[in-house]
C-alpha cells in the first residue's frame, strides 16, 4: 500500500468511528478530505495522527486532546492547523451527537510544503508548536465548507472542486495565523480577563449585553476590555455575540426547534432573527 492510501484508509476510519461519510483526493504530494454526519449518537475515538502538516476547518460540538499537542473544545466552526514529527501523535476526541462536517488536507512531504509559500508559511508559525485554534471572523470565510460538494460535480471535475477548496482552506488559515502573530504575546494576566469576559458572554447569551456591563462584572474598563478582547481572540465583542447567537440558534434549528423558539431563546423578535440568520449563514433559518 503506498503512502497516499495508507493515510487515506487512516482518515476513513476516523470518519468511520465518528459515523460519518468520508472522500478524499490527492492534493499537493498528500490529499484533501471531507467528511460528514446529518445526526448520530455521542461517540468517543482514540486515533493517531500521521506526521506532517494537518489543517481543517469542522463543525461539531466535540472535545480533543493529545498529551503532546494540547486539547480544545468546541461547539461550532472551527479551524485547526497542526504540524506532528515523524513519529505521530495520538489524540482522544469525544464528539456528542449531532451533526458534523469537517473538511481539510494533510501533506507529509517537507518538499511539498516548502514549494508552496502558503502552506511554508503556516508551518513557520506553528513554530513546532501546540495545535493553532482559530475561531471567529477567519472561520465565516469558509461557512460554505459546511455544505457538501454538489453531487453534479464528478471525476475529475470533483477532484477539482475540492483541491479549489483546499487552496481557499490554506489561504484562510495562512491570513488568520499571520495576523494573530502580528498582534504579540499576552500575559497570562490579560488572558484570564479576557477569557472571564468571554466566559460571561457565554453564559449570558439569551439576556441583553452591555459593554458597560460586561466591564463592570470583570473589573476592567470599557475601552480597555473591548481593545483586549479583540487582540486575543481577533474579533471584536459584538462580532463575538452576533456569532455565538447565530450558532446557539444555529443548534437549535438543527435539533428541530422552531424559527420562532429559536429567535426566542437568543432575544430576537422572528423577522429580525431571519434577517440576521440569512446575513449571517448566507440562506434563511427555515433551510
Not at 267 to 273: D, E, L, R, S, V
Request: glycine share 8%; aromatic share 8%.
Amino acid at each position: 500500500m503506498d503512502q497516499h492510501a495508507h493515510t487515506s484508509a487512516q482518515f476513513e476510519r476516523l470518519a468511520a468511528g465518528t459515523g460519518c461519510s468520508y472522500e478524499d483526493t490527492p492534493f499537493q504530494s498528500g490529499l484533501v478530505w471531507h467528511s460528514l454526519r446529518e445526526a448520530g449518537d455521542s461517540t468517543e475515538t482514540q486515533s493517531v495522527l500521521p506526521k506532517g502538516l494537518h489543517i481543517g476547518f469542522g463543525v461539531a460540538n466535540m472535545c480533543t486532546s493529545s498529551q503532546r499537542f494540547g486539547r480544545f473544545e468546541t461547539h461550532g466552526p472551527v479551524l485547526t492547523a497542526l504540524y506532528v514529527p515523524e513519529d505521530g501523535a495520538q489524540f482522544e476526541t469525544q464528539v456528542q451527537a449531532g451533526n458534523i462536517c469537517s473538511f481539510g488536507l494533510h501533506i507529509a512531504d517537507p518538499e511539498a510544503i516548502a514549494a508552496d509559500s502558503c502552506l511554508q508559511q503556516i508551518t513557520n508559525l506553528l513554530n513546532g508548536g501546540r495545535m493553532a485554534t482559530i475561531d471567529g471572523r477567519a472561520t465565516r470565510q469558509l461557512n460554505q465548507f459546511r455544505t457538501p460538494v454538489d453531487p453534479w460535480f464528478q471525476g475529475d471535475a470533483r477532484k477539482l472542486m475540492l483541491q479549489a477548496r483546499a487552496l481557499e482552506l490554506t489561504a484562510v488559515v495562512a491570513q488568520a495565523l499571520d495576523v494573530s502573530a502580528a498582534g504579540g504575546s499576552v500575559s497570562p494576566r490579560d488572558l484570564k480577563r479576557a477569557s472571564s469576559v468571554r466566559d460571561l458572554i457565554d453564559a449570558n447569551l439569551c439576556q441583553p449585553i452591555r459593554l458597560d456591563w460586561l466591564a463592570n462584572q470583570c473589573a476592567i474598563d470599557t475601552r480597555s476590555m473591548t481593545r483586549l478582547f479583540r487582540r486575543v481572540y481577533s474579533e471584536s465583542i459584538g462580532n463575538y455575540i452576533l456569532r455565538r447567537r447565530m450558532l446557539f440558534a444555529d443548534q437549535l434549528l438543527a435539533q428541530g426547534a422552531s424559527v420562532k423558539t429559536a429567535a426566542t431563546q437568543i432575544g430576537y423578535n422572528p423577522n429580525a432573527f431571519s434577517t440576521a440568520y440569512r446575513r449571517y449563514f448566507g440562506y434563511s433559518p427555515r433551510r
